[in-house]
């Protein structure tokens, strides 16, 4: 995968807060899209790419809160953080709740800022890798047939070739064969690879 | 004719017995002489008797006892005269004549004083002079044998006269009887005398009865006499009828005065009666209006007075008073009153009106009202004084309450005439103006009030009055006095007209109201307080609108500079960026400022203002404050606001207060709509009546009908943490701005509170 430039996204409905933190996080190289209103920023985001929006919490129309609502709903994997005007504590609670990253008060210290965005871009980043590897992971695994996924199973329970043939009835040696098409298939070099593979796509070892 | 057999024969040789023997055998012829006489003497004896007893009844009327002597010595002369004219021998003739001198001297005598006691005229050296020399002529009759005017008597003839047989003296005269004419000239001038003066004094009956009559008898008879004496004409001499003649007049002019008295005597006892019966119907018309009426008569010092006049002073209903005991009646305190009174009643020739006190035996006291006229006599002096008097204890104890109440009245109560000078005034004026009263009397009200010296009307004091004392009741300005050291203090005042016996008053009563006045202030101090602190409840319930207000421009202005400080940083620094920054950094800056500075107006606890205000500005101001509270509560809210410049005059931290307080509690009662559903709307509009109403309309839980009313008052809340003073405050405000505050439910859901306020007047 290429490196994107991770995308920062802003929420809040006062023009010149919008400005001032748009203009911070450029200074430091970051790059901004600014939104004063909640539904435009739900049309535009895009969350397949590394990014974090930071939004306000109190806003007319859509509240902050109502709109990490939403994004959950529509299943947004963008990481969220909360800037707020007033920090209340059982606003700040529902908000983490809810899967926010941080909740920082206004005033914002600009570090303080880039840090919390650092963080939440990493763990973007960090997601992102993870589903795409899994998604890879997934290809790899339609490509065997079904034969071969039984035996799979076998293999990752740490069974014996012998044992699986008997297991399976088929003879030892088409063990063999299967073992050594489906490590090609799943491009794993080690038994252990294999066992972490299945264990990340979900598939269960077989019963001793 | 038996009857003349009853006529006295005296044992004297007066009569002669021989003639009337003579007279009887002369066959019934009456002797019409000696009747005639007879009867005249009778007549004249019984007049005697008659004013003689007058006398005796009334011995202060001498005329009628020299009358009488008048009367007797007539009754003499006419006896006397009888027995010369019946005389028949020389000796006979002789010895009347001289007896009858006497009478004629009683005659004269009793004439002269006679004339002078009861006419008061004749000259009484020409009466003595008459009287001496009769009695002289008395005196020289006394040896003589045939009396002074005889020298000699030879014989007597007898001449019948009505047939009765009469004597002429024949003989020598004597020349001394010229003497006797002499008196008689004499007396005939003191009666012409005494005729003229009562003639000119007017009286002339009397003249003409009394002495004119005497004076032309005399003449007459005297004539006639001398006739008869020288033989020229027959006896008798009409002396005796002609002087009963005189005597009957002075007789009717007597009686005249003796009818008279008696008329008199009956008119005075029927006056005297009627006196006595207006005394009596004046002693119970007094007893009645328990007036006692007196006369004092200054001539004879002496009062007289009804029985309820005495009674009223404590005199006896015998005594006597005079004008000591009377004085002695009085209190001695109010004697110089009294004095004075009198004396001023002289000088101004006035009434007599003195009010005093009079101290009664039993030790009592009254006090009496006297009122009294004086009466002059001819010459212009004071001879009586008529009054009244009248008890007035029960008005001098109620004029004496009046004054105790208006003493104690914890008020100053002047009374002022209608020019403006102060009259009488209590002990509660003389403390408020630190002035004694007698300072105060005479001043002008002005003096101590300064504020009645403004006005158009310098003339019509009392009008001036009433329309301060009015106006500074409406509060539409402050009264202050002025005490002696000039130091101002503010008052109430009222009027009020009062009638008096000395005439119409205006009764100033005046409050001192400093304390009042203090008190107003404290009191609106402490609703100040009471607003301010009911303020900063409330804004301390928005803190979070409040953080955020600030914290926006706060944020704006930490990221732009940290912004600045990178690009800074740079080698190539965009200086267009750094600029714009700065800018930004400068208006978020302001725009802090002006939170703040709202803040602190809506914090402060300052003077209330008023001045014209935008109700739609005010409430602009007042949400862009809660705009974030609202967004919190999820709120929206709708605005259906006039287009024009809605003016009302008030003070703008109050009433963005109350707007404050309206907005905040639409939103709690909404807290339970679902989110949707939390609409806020706020409408303003002008009225007919030149006022501003003003709703805020909640779609929330809405009011029980039966609290519609006591939501605005303090401590009703229906919030758990509640003092629920907001509303309480916010109606107090409305009712200093003159306005109106109330709820009504909606048809649907939900709440409306109702702000009317007056617009503003275009006058300052």
Redesign the interface.
């Given at each position: 995968m290429k490196n994107p430039t991770p995308m920062v996204y802003l929420v809040d409905d006062?023009q010149?807060?919008l400005?001032?933190?748009s203009?911070?996080l450029?200074?430091?190289g970051r790059e901004v899209m600014a939104f004063e209103s909640a539904a435009e920023f739900i049309q535009t985001h895009r969350d397949d790419k590394p990014g974090c929006a930071v939004i306000d919490l109190?806003?007319?129309e859509l509240?902050g809160l109502q709109l990490q609502e939403r994004l959950s709903d529509l299943g947004s994997s963008l990481p969220v953080i909360f800037?707020?005007?007033?920090g209340?504590i059982p606003s700040s609670v529902k908000a983490m709740k809810g899967g926010a990253i941080d909740f920082l008060?206004?005033?914002?210290?600009?570090?303080l800022l880039i840090q919390a965005i650092d963080r939440a871009i990493e763990a973007h980043t960090l997601m992102l890798i993870s589903v795409a590897e899994t998604a890879a992971l997934e290809r790899c695994l339609s490509t065997l047939t079904p034969r071969e996924r039984e035996v799979l199973e076998h293999v990752v329970a740490g069974k014996m070739n012998k044992q699986i043939a008997a297991d399976l009835g088929i003879v030892e040696k088409t063990i063999k064969v299967h073992r050594s098409r489906i490590m090609e298939k799943m491009q794993a070099d080690s038994l252990a690879e294999l066992v972490r593979m299945t264990q990340k796509i979900g598939i269960e070892p077989a019963r001793p | 004719m038996r009857t003349f057999g009853l006529i006295p024969r005296p044992v004297s040789g007066v009569w002669s017995a021989s003639i009337h023997k003579d007279f009887y055998d002369s066959g019934r012829q009456m002797p019409v002489i000696t009747i005639l006489w007879s009867m005249i003497a009778a007549a004249s004896l019984t007049m005697m008797l008659v004013h003689f007893i007058v006398w005796l009844r009334r011995r202060d009327r001498y005329a009628h006892l020299s009358f009488a002597f008048v009367a007797l010595s007539v009754t003499g002369v006419t006896l006397c005269a009888l027995g010369y004219e019946t005389a028949s021998t020389p000796a006979e003739y002789g010895r009347a004549m001289w007896m009858i001198e006497f009478a004629i001297f009683a005659y004269f005598v009793s004439v002269v004083v006679f004339v002078r006691t009861y006419l008061k005229a004749g000259p009484i050296w020409l009466g003595g002079i008459v009287v001496v020399l009769r009695l002289l002529f008395l005196v020289m009759n006394l040896p003589t044998e045939f009396s002074i005017n005889y020298a000699s008597i030879d014989s007597i003839e007898q001449v019948v006269v009505l047939g009765e047989p009469l004597a002429r003296p024949v003989g020598t005269l004597s020349p001394w009887r010229h003497f006797g004419e002499l008196s008689e000239v004499g007396l005939f001038l003191y009666l012409v005398l005494a005729t003229v003066v009562v003639w000119r004094r007017g009286e002339k009956r009397k003249a003409i009865l009394i002495s004119a009559s005497n004076a032309a008898v005399m003449l007459l008879a005297a004539g006639h006499a001398a006739l008869v004496f020288h033989g020229l004409l027959p006896p008798p001499m009409m002396v005796a009828p002609s002087i009963l003649f005189v005597v009957m007049a002075m007789s009717y002019d007597l009686s005249s005065e003796v009818l008279h008295a008696a008329e008199l005597t009956e008119t005075v006892q029927a006056r005297e009666s009627q006196l006595r019966e207006s005394e009596k119907r004046m002693d119970l018309a007094g007893q009645a209006a328990e007036l006692g009426h007196w006369v004092w008569d200054m001539r004879a010092d002496e009062i007289w007075a009804t029985q309820k006049g005495r009674s009223l002073y404590g005199i006896g209903p015998d005594e006597r008073v005079t004008f000591e005991r009377f004085i002695q009646t009085i209190h001695p305190e109010d004697r110089d009153a009294v004095h004075r009174g009198i004396n001023d009643s002289l000088m101004n020739k006035d009434d007599f009106n003195v009010e005093y006190r009079v101290v009664l035996p039993d030790s009592g006291t009254r006090w009496v009202l006297a009122r009294g006229r004086f009466e002059y006599d001819e010459a212009g002096q004071p001879a009586r004084m008529l009054g009244v008097s009248l008890d007035i204890t029960h008005r001098r104890i109620a004029e004496e309450r009046a004054l105790q109440i208006v003493e104690a009245s914890p008020n100053a109560i002047m009374l002022i005439d209608f020019n403006g000078s102060i009259g009488h005034v209590n002990s509660k004026a003389e403390r408020m103006f630190d002035r004694p009263r007698q300072q105060m009397q005479g001043l002008s009200l002005d003096t101590l009030i300064p504020d009645l010296r403004i006005g158009a009307d310098q003339h019509d004091f009392a009008g001036r009055l009433n329309e301060v004392s009015i106006r500074a009741a409406r509060r539409e300005y402050d009264l202050n006095a002025c005490r002696s050291d000039g130091q101002s203090f503010p008052i109430e005042i009222s009027v009020s007209p009062v009638q008096t016996p000395d005439g119409a008053f205006m009764l100033v009563s005046v409050i001192d109201i400093t304390e009042r006045k203090q008190a107003e202030l404290e009191s609106a101090r402490q609703r100040n307080e009471l607003a301010h602190l009911s303020r900063v409840t409330m804004l301390g319930e928005l803190?979070?609108?409040l953080?955020?207000?600030?914290?926006?421009?706060?944020?704006?202005?930490?990221?732009?500079a940290?912004?600045?400080?990178?690009?800074l940083a740079k080698d190539q620094a965009d200086l267009d960026?750094v600029r714009e920054?700065l800018q930004?950094i400068v208006?978020?800056d302001k725009?802090a400022g002006e939170v703040i500075r709202r803040l602190r107006l809506l914090l402060k606890k300052g003077e209330i203002l008023k001045e014209p205000l935008d109700i739609n500005e005010t409430l602009h101001d007042v949400l862009r404050l809660v705009r974030?509270d609202l967004?919190?509560h999820?709120v929206?809210v709708q605005l259906q606001l006039t287009s024009e410049r809605l003016e009302v005059a008030g003070d703008p931290v109050q009433l963005q207060q109350i707007l404050l307080n309206l907005v905040m509690n639409a939103c709690d009662a909404m807290a339970q709509t679902p989110t949707g559903q939390r609409l806020l709307l706020i409408t303003t509009e002008r009225t007919d009546q030149q006022a501003v109403h003003l709703c805020v309309t909640d779609h929330g839980c809405g009011i029980p009908e039966n609290q519609l009313r006591s939501i605005f008052e303090p401590f009703v809340t229906s919030k758990p943490e509640g003092m629920g003073l907001g509303l309480a405050v916010c109606q107090t405000i409305v009712k200093m701005h003159d306005g109106k505050l109330w709820a009504t439910n909606n048809h649907g859901p939900g709440a409306t509170f109702h702000l009317l306020l007056p617009a503003a007047s275009k006058t300052p």
């Open positions: 006062e010149p807060v400005r001032a933190l203009r911070l450029r200074s430091k109190a806003m007319p509240t800037l707020t005007g007033n209340d008060t206004k005033p914002v210290d600009g570090d | 803190s979070g609108s953080a955020h207000e600030l914290n926006q421009p706060l944020a704006s202005i930490l990221s732009n940290q912004a600045a400080q990178q690009f960026e920054i930004d208006d978020e725009r974030s967004i919190n999820g929206h």
